[in-house]
């Protein structure tokens, strides 16, 4: 029997996703284990206007281990699908995913690669918070429910092999990675039907830290109000993908979600309390236009 392709790769390959990051790629980067033979990071740099791959590349001028992609293209689902399908020629043993704008916890990729080792049934690592005035509620949902959440997570290879035989790729325009990644990787790429929630494992020595909101910065009341409109396109896109994963499951998603938006947004109202109904009407506005 052969060996798989990881075999001749380094085992742990880490990308990180940066759109318009100056202001915290240099702490990220800095934060993963530079120069280690056994790791090759890519860092995604995707329609970024500002510093972030000038920034990115000096670091990486420094280290053996790293590439930067700087591409014009824009999108955190576009950028992961291009590296995983289109740029690299195989898969390594575990496949890690970071967001620019994540400082990672000292010895949480080594926890993260050993939490999958250790328990062979789950498809996926989920790291946790370690920081946020909410930190210890999402600490305690994370742990009840198997969740994941996008700044930083691993997936094992021979999953993503799966995913590359059979094509499934993430919607283009999907707001957010972590809830259709975290349901595909609990139904083993099927559908609902086969839930299992000890498919992702909660990665108690694997930790980030993300920069918290300041109430006394005009630019963060703006980030934030922009975010808030995200989540309401990420809640009606939700909506969308669990009926996928209820029915076909992941080889039934669409390469854009937007062309679902006509049939399944024509009598979608926003929510009614506040101040969700407000960010879910500037969502719909945004999607219907």
Known sequence: MSAPLYD????????????????????CLNSLPLSDESVAIHVLVNGSSDRTAAIAQAIASDATNMIVHNWAEGGKARSWNRLLFD?????HETHIFADGDAEICAGSITALVESLRAQPHANAAAALPMNGRNVAAYQAAMRREHGLFGDLYALRGSFIERMRARNIRLPVDLIGDDGLIC???????GNEDGWDDSRVATCEGAGFLVEPVSLWRAASWRMQYKRMINYSVRHFQNRMISRI????GPDGLPQRLDSLYA????????RKSLPLWWFDRKALARMRG
């Open 263 to 270: 049939a399944e947004l024509a009598e979608v109202a926003p």
């Open 245 to 248: 994963m209820r029915g076909p």
């Open 87 to 91: 740029e690299l020629d195989g898969v």
């Open 8 to 27: 001749t790769r380094p085992p742990i390959c880490i990308a990180v996703l940066a759109h318009n990051e100056e202001r915290r790629i240099a702490r």
């Open 183 to 189: 349901a595909m990787a609990k139904t083993d790429l």
